[in-house]
């Protein structure tokens, strides 16, 4: 065996060595936050590399934000901005507002570093679900009365049907676990928003971007979305078939099928601890 191949096994297993320190000081002590996630929030999807399948099974962590515009005619994803990522908060983010809106380069150019490394709450079943609930039950409400008052005008049906289809896609579908506030500092973040059972705090990043003359932000990734499942675990989601596209009109189907306990160590990396299926889901 040459030096050059036992170089790379020492660097092999120097690198493993890490990866089980940081995984031991992560899961060390009590955890930072222990919720109870169900599929909603963490979907399971069957792992391929190199179109070959991959025997690691992960779970994908979902979430959402609550948008300055709110509709419900359609689904705006992920990348829409959060109400309360506005200016103020880009600049307490560390971005300079003022500086960039009144630099005399291209503004194309004034943008170099475009994402922002930060800390982002996540709120689960909290009050910002509880907002995008009550205005979808308003949008219905409205797109009711609104054809009611037109008759039978097939515009204003087709809109109710997809209104009524993304409130109940909402109520039964789409993840419960919201984005509600980014910060620089982690400690005063966790200060803020005590509650461990219903919120977290993850590394993140947040985008700017100009719109017209004013800049905004949207929450772009978190640093970490994608949860390992432990072996001990792995044979429970192996027996589930990949998700499908949950269609509201099926409420049986729109039904997340499992509850998981999910904690976060020290590091804010997330690990499993139990998976069970649920009997009576919601």
């Known amino acids: 065996?040459?030096?050059?191949?036992?170089?790379?096994?020492?660097?092999?297993?120097?690198?493993?060595?890490?990866i089980l320190v940081s995984?031991?000081?992560?899961?060390s002590g009590e955890p930072l936050y222990t919720l109870q996630l169900t599929e909603r929030e963490l979907a399971y999807y069957p792992s391929y590399r190199y179109g070959r399948e991959n025997s690691g099974v992960q779970l994908k962590l979902d979430w959402q934000v609550v948008p300055e515009n709110l509709r419900f005619d359609y689904y705006y994803g992920y990348r829409a901005r959060p109400v309360w990522l506005d200016e103020a908060k880009l600049s307490e983010l560390g971005v300079?507002?003022?500086?960039?809106?009144?630099?005399?380069?291209?503004?194309h150019a004034r943008l170099l570093d475009r994402h922002i490394n930060v800390y982002l709450v996540l709120e689960y079943d909290g009050e910002a679900y509880r907002t995008v609930l009550q205005r979808a039950e308003s949008a219905v409400e409205e797109a009711r009365a609104n054809l009611q008052h037109a008759?039978?005008?097939e515009q204003r049906q087709r809109q109710l049907k997809s209104i009524e289809r993304q409130a109940g896609l909402w109520q039964n579908s789409y993840s419960r676990?919201?984005?509600?506030?980014?910060?620089?500092?982690?400690?005063?973040?966790?200060q803020r928003y005590r509650d461990r059972s219903q919120t977290l705090v993850m590394a993140g990043v947040i985008s700017v971007y100009w719109s017209g003359n004013q800049l905004q932000g949207y929450v772009?990734?978190?640093?970490?979305?994608?949860?390992?499942?432990?072996?001990?675990?792995?044979?429970?989601?192996?027996?589930?078939?990949?998700?499908?596209?949950?269609?509201?009109?099926?409420?049986?189907?729109?039904?997340?099928?499992?509850?998981?306990?999910?904690?976060?160590?020290?590091?804010?990396?997330?690990?499993?601890?139990?998976?069970?299926?649920?009997?009576?889901?919601?």
């Open 151 to 153: 008759g039978e005008d």
């Open 96 to 107: 300079d507002v003022v500086g960039l809106k009144h630099s005399t380069k291209p503004r």
């Open 220 to 282: 772009n990734r978190l640093a970490i979305d994608r949860v390992h499942v432990p072996l001990p675990l792995a044979d429970f989601f192996r027996g589930l078939p990949a998700p499908s596209y949950r269609y509201a009109a099926d409420p049986e189907r729109a039904q997340p099928r499992y509850q998981v306990e999910l904690k976060i160590g020290k590091r804010l990396q997330p690990w499993l601890i139990t998976a069970e299926r649920l009997s009576n889901p919601n």
């Open 1 to 18: 065996m040459n030096k050059v191949a036992i170089a790379a096994g020492v660097l092999v297993l120097l690198v493993n060595a890490l």
């Open 177 to 190: 676990l919201f984005v509600v506030d980014a910060g620089l500092d982690r400690q005063a973040l966790a």
């Open 23 to 27: 995984v031991a000081y992560n899961r």
